[in-house]
């Protein structure tokens, strides 16, 4: 077969008749990528002047789970279709001959999801005509970002609280006491307020009446309230500059993740009433597990709060399941799922939920220091950065989340076996 000539005029419509044979070559017997390129661990797709499939290597088949015949020939975006700025790329790519570097994207197709980074570079005559995709797995990159971004914002908390504990502390605990001297006085009933108010030439159940009329009572409870909502969130903050190692000793991580879960057991989350009792409580340990160099009181602290978090994420399905447990499959009941697993060096813990999930968003903040996951009033936005520090500054471990909307949730604490003198993970 012989290609027709290109046009003098038509430099692009040269390019492509004169590589037309050779696309027709690699569309027959030669689909593999040669030699080392076929060998390479990063995915590789050639794609030929119709936006087409026509090479691939190993990595590649491996990743997308196609065979052959389902490979070969399909367009690239539909391909991919998850990668929405693909198209527009490889238009770019065939049009001007340049590189083509795109963002980041979530690859939902693996479970748990992956991170890839795409590239796209022109093609050649002895290769391919089109061009070639490079997909790059990101995910631990992106992961270790994450981790020391949000170190650095922990660090800073942590050196603010020393400030803030002194320069509010003080302030805020005189003012909480005054109004606190200030109703004691108003009150009606007590022995002192009652002689005064008579040398003074009235009844002290007038001006209580008075006072009560015009809220001033409702007034002061208010404030005394919101001045230990202040003190709370100054304490919590606190936590980040304390690091107390005088209980530090080799513990069972079992029998503490047990214990925490024995506790969340008894008790039932009055806000978004939920009985942690009719949630399914699941165990997956190893055998032999070893011990582990720990703060029993901090780790429990944390084993406690991602528990509540996790029957916090599954009010919506034990209302539900409640409601229609006669109809649904055993897989739709409320679970919670514990897991203890050995490394080399590490303890691996997760605590997954099968409830509603975290977006995206959601997911990559929910560590930062006051970003409230629930309701306005409701914590102070600081109990999983609070957990996030215990494991990573006070443990020298890892804390990470793995969630997907109405799929659940998989928090992973990774503590290191022994005391290092240079936590093994930052």
């Known amino acids: 077969m012989v290609d027709k000539p290109a046009e003098r005029d ?25 030699g080392n390129l076929d060998c390479l661990p990063l995915p590789l797709l050639g794609i030929n002047l119709d936006k087409r499939i026509c090479l691939y290597n190993r990595a590649a088949v491996t990743l997308l789970g196609l065979c052959e015949q389902q490979l070969l020939g399909k367009s690239l975006p539909q391909l991919l279709p998850e990668f929405s700025q693909l198209a527009d790329a490889l238009d770019q790519v065939l049009t001007t001959g340049t590189c083509v570097h795109l963002g980041r994207f979530p690859w939902r197709r693996a479970e748990p999801s992956r991170l890839f980074e795409l590239s796209l570079y022109p093609g050649s005559e002895e290769l391919v005509a089109g061009a070639l995709l490079r ?5 631990e990159q992106a992961q270790r970002e994450e981790f020391f971004i949000l170190q650095e ?7 603010l609280a020393t400030g803030v504990s002194h320069e509010i502390n003080n302030p805020l605990a005189s003012i909480l006491q005054n109004l606190q001297v200030m109703r004691n006085r108003l009150h009606p009933n007590l022995p002192k307020n009652i002689e005064l108010a008579a040398e003074c030439g009235f009844d002290i159940d007038h001006l209580d009446q008075y006072i009560e009329q015009r809220g001033i009572h409702a007034i002061l409870n208010a404030a005394i309230e919101a001045g230990k909502k202040a003190a709370d969130v100054v304490q919590n903050m606190l936590n980040f500059s304390h690091k107390d190692n005088s209980d530090f000793q080799y513990h069972n991580i079992s029998t503490l993740l047990d214990k925490a879960a024995e506790l969340a057991t008894g008790s039932i989350n009055r806000n978004q009433g939920i009985d942690f009792r009719k949630i399914e409580l699941v165990r997956q340990y ?45 897989e739709e009941k409320p679970r919670l799922i514990l897991r203890l697993k050995k490394r080399e060096k590490a303890l691996l813990c997760e605590i997954e939920d099968n409830g509603c999930g975290m977006e995206e968003e959601l997911r990559k903040r929910i560590f930062e220091p006051f970003y409230a996951t629930r309701k306005p009033g409701i914590g102070t936005g600081l109990g999983m950065s609070t957990c996030y520090f215990i494991i990573c500054k006070n443990h020298g471990g890892r804390m990470s989340v793995n969630s997907r909307p109405d799929l659940g949730s998989r928090f992973t604490l990774e503590l290191p076996l022994h005391p290092p003198n240079n936590p093994p993970f930052q």
């Open 153 to 159: 914002k922990l660090e800073s908390i942590s050196n």
């Open 10 to 34: 038509a430099p692009g419509q040269q390019r492509r008749a004169k590589s037309t044979g050779t696309v027709s070559k690699l569309n027959g017997a030669n689909k593999q990528l040669p």
């Open 286 to 330: 190893d055998q032999e597990l070893p011990a582990c160099y720990c703060s029993p009181g901090q780790l429990q602290q944390v084993f406690l709060h991602l528990l509540n978090a996790g029957a916090n994420a599954l009010s919506k399905r034990l209302h539900f399941w409640e409601k229609h447990r006669a109809t649904l499959p055993s």
């Open 135 to 139: 997909i790059d797995d990101v995910t």
